[in-house]
């Protein structure tokens, strides 16, 4: 008999299948049971009636525990009113009767459900995160192909900061000191001299001291970097690739958005432009918001939060101060206080996703800001050279897919956005 995913049963009505599924759920009344089947690809109910399984069958069927992994076979029939299909089954056997589930019905605190992490996956709701969260990195995927961009995979163990020295995991390589990788960036910055547009996408380390809602030490970014792209041309690219990314969500992900119970009108703003605002501009409209921001001064995640409130879409903040920003931005020539970058703000109070800017593609203007900026010369000879051999105006971005993924789905904490999380105080599981 064919093997079936819940997800295709409605291509089956009327005939028979073979399921492989975990009990996530049950209750009998009388001579009927239904178990609640979960399959990895969806949900479905299963109903077992005494009179058609028989005596020793619905004896055994008692032994039912959460999470029990069985194989049966059903005939399937559609639910009368809703989109759902049920099983009527003909047969079961269990593949292993589970031991009692330590994660119940009851209202579990979050740290015993991050300590549980590793059963907590397959609850309905971190289930459809996760989906979510596939749909976003395939989407990444299939924009950068469609655009010509090329994927060049960046190293993890690096000689050298990419963001700030503070927030770096250093290890021992040998005689000698390695750190992880803050963000492919400066090797991006390399390839595009021999691809034009590239892109890499994993794992990046941060030692933060944060015990935000936003931050992780372990997370996902993408970064993509543009040769002869100005900062208006970069903007432009980050404005489709989330509107691509969101879309494929809205039209692959209703279920999983409708488990998240997520309202998914802010999401279809996506169709829209996205506001831009200097840093400027946005310290003005904060302070009139109550905000104590100063000019010069880098916006908050309070600030982030009440910014975007403002406004019914993603927000770029660009032009910030040189002084809070990375090494290797580029000053505005008009005004050299300022650099050619851009924050991309997630509406709803969700705040940063994406940063990026244009690179110093001057030599001597990067040796000083390295020098400025009192990073090891040596280290970052390699990165030089890119500005003496055809250096052209370049620039790019990255994103953090985890605030992503928050942002989308409506959650509260990025802890829940990514498989195993890692944070300040957490290495486990
Ligand atoms: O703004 P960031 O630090 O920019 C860079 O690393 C650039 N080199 C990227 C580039 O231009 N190629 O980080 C980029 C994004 C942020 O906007 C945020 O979404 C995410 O990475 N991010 C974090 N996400 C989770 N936890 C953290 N600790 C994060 N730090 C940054
Ligand atoms: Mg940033």
């Excluded at 299909?85 to 009692?100: G, N």
């Excluded at 279809?268 to 918001?289: R, W």
């Excluded at 660009?318 to 000053?331: L, N, R, V």
């Excluded at 993924?405 to 829940?416: D, I, K, N, P, S």
Aim: hydrophobic content about 40%; aromatic content about 10%; charged content about 30%.
């Amino acid at each position: 008999m064919e093997k079936v995913l819940i997800k295709d049963l409605a291509k089956f009505v009327d005939k028979e299948v073979r399921i492989q599924a975990w009990v996530a759920n049950f209750r009998s009344s009388g001579k009927i049971a239904f178990w609640q089947l979960r399959d990895g690809s969806g949900f479905a109910q299963a109903i077992l009636n005494a009179d058609v399984l028989g005596e020793t069958k619905w004896q055994e069927m008692a032994k039912v525990s959460l999470e029990t992994s069985v194989e049966l076979t059903a005939a399937v029939s559609k639910h009368p009113k809703k989109e759902e299909y049920e099983l009527q089954v003909k047969d079961f056997s269990f593949i292993q009767i589970a031991e009692e589930y330590p994660i119940a019905k009851k209202e579990h605190g979050v740290d015993f459900l991050m300590d549980n992490r590793h059963l907590w996956l397959r609850s309905s709701h971190q289930w459809a995160i996760m989906r979510v969260r596939n749909t976003l990195i395939s989407a990444t995927y299939d924009f950068f192909r469609e655009n010509n961009f090329i994927k060049i995979d960046s190293p993890i163990l690096t000689p050298n900061a990419c963001e700030g020295t503070t927030e770096l995991f250093e290890l021992n390589y040998f005689d000698d000191k390695a750190y992880l990788s803050q963000s492919g960036q400066l090797y991006l910055e390399a390839a595009i001299f021999a691809h034009r547009n590239v892109f890499d996408f994993g794992p990046v380390f941060r030692a933060e001291k944060s015990k935000t809602r936003r931050h992780l030490t372990e997370f996902w970014m993408m970064d993509a970097e543009m040769a002869f792209c100005s900062l208006e041309e970069n903007l432009d690219i980050q404005e489709k690739l989330v509107r691509f990314m969101v879309s494929a969500v809205l039209e692959k992900n209703k279920p999983e958005l409708t488990i998240l119970e997520r309202d998914i009108k802010p999401l279809e703003n996506i169709l829209k432009p996205f506001h831009k605002i200097t840093h400027d501009e946005a310290v003005k409209q904060l302070q009139a918001l109550g905000s104590d921001i100063k000019v010069g001064e880098d916006l908050g995640a309070d600030d982030e939060t009440i910014l975007t409130k403002q406004y019914d879409n993603p927000l770029f903040v660009t032009h910030y101060p040189k002084d809070i920003k990375a090494f290797y931005m580029k000053p505005d020539p008009k005004n050299p206080d300022r650099v050619l970058c851009a924050d991309l703000l997630a509406p709803e109070g969700y705040g940063e996703i994406i940063g990026g800017s244009q690179r110093e593609d001057d030599y001597d203007k990067l040796l000083q800001r390295i020098k400025e900026h009192k990073l090891p010369e040596e280290a970052f000879s390699w990165y030089l050279d890119l500005r003496k051999y055809g250096s052209v105006p370049h620039g790019g971005f990255g994103f953090g897919l985890e605030r992503i993924v928050a942002w989308v789905c409506g959650l509260q904490h990025v802890r829940e956005t990514i498989p195993f999380a890692r944070t300040i105080n957490r290495l486990n599981p």
